[in-house]
């Protein structure tokens, strides 16, 4: 079957990569956070998938850049000479149990008739890419969009009446431009952490799966505002303005975020919140020369996440608490897709220098993820919660040999 899709899709510019570390704090690491588990039962057993040790997987993986039209230049490693391939032979292992490999007939099946968004940053927009080339394997979409803005794609699956879209809200909040009239330092963003980015939010009663991610742009300079107002910024350096820290914006807009789901009285779907992904820059930040050029996985007594990571990942999933109480009452569900840890353990997984040619100069690439790559995993978690919320074995239709027959 051939792709409709075009390998010269284009995209957006990188998000800003995050700082380089700060002094260590006591902040609590992500293993401190008791956040909600997903449990897969083999033999009356129960474990949680995100936790656990990358292992080799030698069936992997399971599409190329040449038979996955979808993947853009910035995460074709392959097409840019990346000279290792063995940080594509890995899959993920939850201690005490096994998590599925993705199962394209099986993911399409389950959402036959339905319809799934994908809102937050690039890297969100990473794991939609990755979601395409994994289905690619049994069918391929049509594009549907209505704008010819690649930030806002919308594709149909018209032999499953399966829609699948995306969002561009890097902050998930409403943004503008700086005015340059205000006398603030040039080059921030204005960030309305109370209001609604109402280009998702107006339209997220479409869509039965929402899944929600951001956390990098986080990490540049911007302007606070609540109630129309300045309250703060973070890494503005203004002298007359008070510092209220990346996290203070970032707790801040998943407060909005989710208080826009669990008030919109048409959504009844289940919103995932898929958890930060550290980048893994080494010998400096992405504009000082930083890059990453590890070639296999850490274990998990070798990672090590920076404070500042710790401390994104813990206002996330302390309001996506809060968030997931309040939408019981409401008969609005969320589930944690929680890839934070063993997204820490993959290192050799980003693009580096191979996202781009080798005759352009920019900064190396440790944000993002190489396709086929680590990031697949997050759709073999996406898949399985889906799966256990709709109770069916991921074992009782389809077995590997009809996936090969199709």
Known sequence: MSSPLSSSVSSPSVSPPPPPPLPSSSSSSSNDVNNSTVAIT????????????????????????????????????????????????????????????????????????????????????????????????????????????????????????????????????????????????????????????????????????????????????????????????????????????????????????????????????TTFLRTFSPAHFENGPWNRGGYCMRTRPFRSNESRQEWFYRELYKTQVEEFRIAKEEGRKRDVRFRLLDSTEAMSMRPDGHPNRYGHSQHVRVGNDCVHWCLPGPIDTWNDMLLEMMRMDGGRSSDEKYSSRELRTR
């Open 42 to 269: 083999r033999s009356d057993k129960k474990c949680d998938i995100f936790k656990g040790e990358w292992v080799p997987n030698p069936d992997a993986p399971y599409y190329t850049n040449t038979t996955c039209g979808f993947i853009p230049d910035q995460q074709n490693c392959m097409k840019f000479g990346r000279p290792d391939t063995a940080f594509l032979k890995w899959r993920w292992k939850p201690n005490g149990c096994d998590l599925p490999i993705f199962n394209p007939a099986h993911f399409l099946d389950l959402v036959r008739g339905k319809s799934m968004a994908f809102v937050g940053d690039s890297v969100g927009r990473n794991q939609m890419q990755s979601l395409i080339c994994l289905l690619s394997r049994v069918d391929h979409p049509i594009d549907i969009s209505n704008t010819t803005d690649d930030r806002f794609k919308t594709w149909l699956y018209a032999n499953y009446n399966f829609t699948l879209a995306s969002f561009w809200s890097p902050f998930l909040v409403k943004t503008k431009e700086p005015d340059p009239n205000n006398n603030h330092p040039v080059g921030l963003l204005n960030l309305y952490l109370d209001e609604f980015d109402e280009k998702w939010t107006a339209q997220i009663d479409r869509f039965n799966y929402v899944i929600i991610s951001a956390g990098h742009w986080f990490f540049r300079p911007v302007m606070f505002y609540e109630g129309g107002h300045v309250v703060g910024c973070s890494i503005c350096q203004h002298k007359n303005i008070t510092d209220l820290t990346t996290y203070y914006g970032s707790r801040k807009a998943f407060q909005t975020a989710f208080r826009a789901i669990n008030g919109h009285d048409r959504f009844n779907g």
